[in-house]
């Protein structure tokens, strides 16, 4: 299941595209990842899973979005967005 966040009466353009991204993010997983795989390689150790978890959602979104310019803009600017309210 994609969740998104619960939109208000006007979202910014920026909330919007964060929204894009998620649902597109959502969709690449639903499509490109497996999970019994994904579990089955996934290591033990707790940064050695974080690393690997990391990794296999840009797998995922750099197969996905491969040749779909508009859905590689949506991830850009979702990246973008949350860099932007970590400073």
């Keep these: 299941d994609v969740v998104l966040p619960p939109l ?3 979202p910014s353009d920026a909330m919007r595209e964060v929204i894009r991204g998620l649902a597109d ?3 690449l997983f639903a499509k490109h990842h497996d999970t ?3 579990r089955s390689h ?9 690393l690997f978890d990391t990794l296999e ?4 979104e ?3 979005s491969e ?3 508009g859905v590689k803009h949506n991830l850009y600017r979702r990246y ?3 860099l932007m309210q970590q400073h």
């Design 8 to 10: 208000n009466e006007s």
């Design 42 to 50: 996934r290591p033990a150790a707790s940064n050695e899973a974080t």
């Design 80 to 82: 973008e967005q949350q």
């Design 67 to 69: 040749h779909l310019w």
């Design 25 to 27: 993010f959502g969709a």
């Design 57 to 60: 959602a840009v797998r995922v």
């Design 36 to 38: 019994a795989t994904h």
């Design 62 to 64: 750099a197969v996905g």
